[in-house]
């Protein structure tokens, strides 16, 4: 989001609020949950790169929970894919140097990112839960229910 604009996801959220939109916070978010909340003035959707660490991916819906998030939206589509179109057609018309966040597939993007913190992801290897199935969707359920 800071690509945009320098105060990235706050200004994301202040300008949802303007307009009474919805909007979904991505796992990899530069700023804390609970400042583009504040910014928001309401709760936004959380996105959910499920990890193959399930106490990371907890540890990230308890964080949206005790945010006051209770909508958790999961990503799938990076499974079995190394190849991110959207970047690569995003470089080609910017000229900035966005590889900060997205080296090669590095994971240093949520390892330092707000929405991990204070969560150990040592043994996290990947972005793709290893069980992307019913069951695994059934437990997710039972977790983002929790909290309700």
Same mark, same amino acid.
């Given at each position: %989001?800071?690509?945009?604009?320098?105060?990235?996801? *706050?200004? $994301?959220?202040? /300008? !949802?609020?303007?307009?009474? @939109?919805?909007? %979904?916070?991505?796992?990899?978010?530069?700023?804390? *949950?609970? $400042?583009?909340? /504040? !910014?928001?003035?309401?709760? @936004?959707?959380?996105?959910?790169?499920?990890?193959?660490?399930?106490?990371?991916?907890?540890?990230?819906?308890?964080?949206?929970?005790?945010?006051?998030?209770?909508?958790?939206?999961?990503?799938?589509?990076?499974?079995?894919?190394?190849?991110?179109?959207?970047?690569?057609?995003?470089?080609?018309?910017?000229?900035?140097?966005?590889?900060?966040?997205?080296?090669?597939?590095?994971?240093?993007?949520?390892?330092?990112?707000?929405?991990?913190?204070?969560?150990?992801?040592?043994?996290?290897?990947?972005?793709?839960?290893?069980?992307?199935?019913?069951?695994?969707?059934?437990?997710?359920?039972?977790?983002?229910?929790?909290?309700?």
């Amino acid at each position: %989001m800071r690509a945009f604009n320098p105060e990235g996801e *706050i200004a $994301a959220a202040s /300008a !949802a609020a303007s307009r009474s @939109v919805q909007m %979904m916070l991505s796992t990899g978010t530069s700023l804390p *949950i609970e $400042a583009v909340v /504040a !910014a928001r003035g309401g709760a @936004v959707w959380q996105q959910l790169y499920p990890t193959d660490d399930w106490s990371v991916t907890t540890g990230i819906i308890r964080r949206a929970r005790d945010a006051g998030c209770l909508d958790i939206v999961l990503t799938a589509d990076s499974r079995g894919s190394r190849n991110n179109e959207t970047l690569k057609r995003a470089m080609l018309a910017d000229s900035r140097h966005c590889t900060d966040c997205h080296v090669g597939n590095s994971h240093d993007m949520w390892r330092r990112g707000p929405m991990f913190a204070g969560l150990d992801v040592s043994r996290v290897t990947t972005l793709v839960p290893p069980d992307l199935s019913p069951a695994f969707l059934d437990r997710l359920r039972i977790e983002v229910r929790a909290g309700s």
